[in-house]
């Protein structure tokens, strides 16, 4: 049954908790591979490009499922719920999938699988969650991507338990995307705030085009994007690098430290929903970008030293730079016309880990050239920036009255 929108349903805090904890479990496939490349590369004796292309083909995989799903608008045809549960078992699918190779090239093959499958999880999650919000709809979103985040930090933390072979994080990762699939189908179901189901249409995706908001929410996502997972795939390597230079921890300290950094973005977008409901989502985005943005200039100087420095900016960094990443999508919904939401959603996602294919290839290479990861990060810096100022634009925009109640 449908409910007025000014009415908030009842038990919408517990599909909240159920959903997020479905999330957390289906998106530790993500990094999976990320997590074990220090054994793989000395196991497959994997170079660079390779080792870069275990995380890559995610994201390529992520891109195609997402850019495939809004041609086809599978989110505005198809419930969410059920094309989650498709997507959490052909994800674990595909990770077991690493299990049955020793070839680097094939492993790559199961990650881009893994990454079209997840696509199928990550969007149709945002809307699902927004049919049982009407307010609060920042902090909602905000908590579905505070359980990616933990769950795309989760693999670092099993990896950093010490003494566990590559083989034991990719069978955990793959069974705890299959529990959450399990959770999906007994526990969550559409709210009472339904967005209209609608057939397939091609000309749905140049609407989204033509909506001037949706577009400027949408370039301050791809500046977001630009840095978020690349500064995700690649701290690990940093920190390493950084320990090794000040002469302290190891291996599993490195992850310890990774998985910190990634795993308290949870409580940043927790944090940025709140502010993004009641203080404006234009602002709280550009406020996170700002800080994230200084925090990758800032990086460099603290590679070597103090350590309790670069522990302190690594996780104020890896608090700011996800904690804006609900409130671009959270806009869509409020800007966009109902009939598209589900393929703007996915087309703004699916762009968005376009460009996070650049720069997790980019890093890398820029390693190599200077023969250090120290200044690597300074690449990011153009993603805020652009974020900022798409943000700032909106801002004053008309229609930006519709963002947060008013609060734009």
């Given at each position: 049954?449908?409910?007025?929108?000014?009415?908030?349903?009842?038990?919408?805090?517990?599909?909240?908790?159920?959903?997020?904890?479905?999330?957390?479990?289906?998106?530790?496939?993500?990094?999976?591979?990320?997590?074990?490349?220090?054994?793989?590369?000395?196991?497959?004796?994997?170079?660079?490009?390779?080792?870069?292309?275990?995380?890559?083909?995610?994201?390529?995989?992520?891109?195609?499922?997402?850019?495939?799903?809004?041609?086809?608008?599978?989110?505005?045809?198809?419930?969410?719920?059920?094309?989650?549960?498709?997507?959490?078992?052909?994800?674990?699918?595909?990770?077991?999938?690493?299990?049955?190779?020793?070839?680097?090239?094939?492993?790559?093959?199961?990650?881009?699988?893994?990454?079209?499958?997840?696509?199928?999880?990550?969007?149709?999650?945002?809307?699902?969650?927004?049919?049982?919000?009407?307010?609060?709809?920042?902090?909602?979103?905000?908590?579905?991507?505070?359980?990616?985040?933990?769950?795309?930090?989760?693999?670092?933390?099993?990896?950093?338990?010490?003494?566990?072979?590559?083989?034991?994080?990719?069978?955990?990762?793959?069974?705890?995307?299959?529990?959450?699939?399990?959770?999906?189908?007994?526990?969550?179901?559409?709210?009472?705030?339904?967005?209209?189901?609608?057939?397939?249409?091609?000309?749905?995706?140049?609407?989204?085009?033509?909506?001037?908001?949706?577009?400027?929410?949408?370039?301050?996502?791809?500046?977001?994007?630009?840095?978020?997972?690349?500064?995700?795939?690649?701290?690990?390597?940093?920190?390493?690098?950084?320990?090794?230079?000040?002469?302290?921890?190891?291996?599993s300290s490195a992850s310890f430290f990774t998985f910190a950094v990634i795993g308290v973005g949870a409580l940043g977008c927790a944090v940025g929903g709140i502010l993004g409901d009641?203080?404006?989502?234009?602002?709280?985005?550009?406020?996170?970008?700002?800080?994230?943005?200084?925090?990758?200039?800032?990086?460099?100087?603290?590679?070597?030293?103090?350590?309790?420095?670069?522990?302190?900016?690594?996780?104020?960094?890896?608090?700011?730079?996800?904690?804006?990443?609900?409130?671009?999508?959270?806009?869509?919904?409020?800007?966009?016309?109902?009939?598209?939401?589900?393929?703007?959603?996915?087309?703004?996602?699916?762009?968005?880990?376009?460009?996070?294919?650049?720069?997790?290839?980019?890093?890398?290479?820029?390693?190599?050239?200077?023969?250090?990861?120290?200044?690597?990060?300074?690449?990011?810096?153009?993603?805020?920036?652009?974020?900022?100022?798409?943000?700032?634009?909106?801002?004053?925009?008309?229609?930006?009255?519709?963002?947060?109640?008013?609060?734009?």
């Amino acid at each position: 049954m449908n409910l007025p929108n000014d009415v908030q349903p009842a038990g919408r805090w517990l599909i909240l908790f159920i959903l997020s904890i479905c999330i957390v479990l289906s998106m530790t496939t993500w990094f999976s591979a990320t997590a074990v490349i220090p054994q793989l590369r000395d196991i497959w004796s994997l170079t660079p490009t390779l080792s870069a292309w275990l995380t890559i083909g995610v994201q390529v995989g992520f891109v195609i499922g997402a850019v495939g799903s809004s041609v086809m608008s599978l989110s505005d045809i198809i419930s969410g719920k059920r094309l989650m549960i498709y997507g959490s078992i052909g994800a674990a699918i595909a990770n077991a999938g690493m299990l049955l190779t020793d070839s680097a090239y094939l492993a790559i093959f199961f990650r881009i699988l893994t990454g079209m499958f997840l696509a199928l999880v990550y969007p149709p999650s945002l809307k699902l969650i927004a049919t049982w919000f009407t307010k609060g709809r920042g902090v909602a979103l905000g908590a579905l991507v505070g359980a990616i985040t933990l769950g795309s930090a989760s693999p670092h933390f099993i990896n950093a338990i010490g003494g566990l072979r590559w083989e034991i994080v990719i069978v955990a990762t793959t069974l705890a995307t299959l529990l959450g699939a399990l959770i999906l189908q007994l526990f969550v179901h559409e709210g009472p705030f339904p967005f209209p189901r609608a057939p397939f249409n091609l000309g749905r995706m140049g609407q989204v085009f033509k909506n001037r908001g949706i577009v400027l929410a949408s370039l301050g996502y791809f500046g977001h994007m630009w840095e978020l997972y690349a500064m995700w795939a690649w701290f690990l390597t940093f920190a390493r690098m950084a320990l090794i230079e000040q002469g302290v921890g190891d291996a599993s300290s490195a992850s310890f430290f990774t998985f910190a950094v990634i795993g308290v973005g949870a409580l940043g977008c927790a944090v940025g929903g709140i502010l993004g409901d009641r203080w404006g989502r234009t602002a709280t985005t550009s406020l996170m970008m700002g800080i994230s943005g200084m925090c990758a200039l800032l990086a460099g100087f603290v590679f070597d030293g103090p350590l309790w420095l670069l522990i302190t900016i690594g996780l104020i960094w890896g608090f700011t730079v996800v904690a804006d990443s609900a409130q671009f999508s959270t806009i869509v919904t409020e800007l966009g016309d109902p009939m598209y939401i589900g393929t703007a959603l996915t087309m703004q996602l699916g762009i968005g880990f376009m460009l996070t294919v650049v720069t997790i290839w980019l890093l890398p290479l820029a390693a190599t050239h200077l023969n250090s990861w120290q200044w690597v990060f300074l690449i990011l810096l153009p993603g805020p920036a652009l974020g900022i100022l798409a943000m700032l634009l909106l801002r004053r925009m008309p229609e930006a009255l519709k963002i947060a109640n008013g609060n734009r």
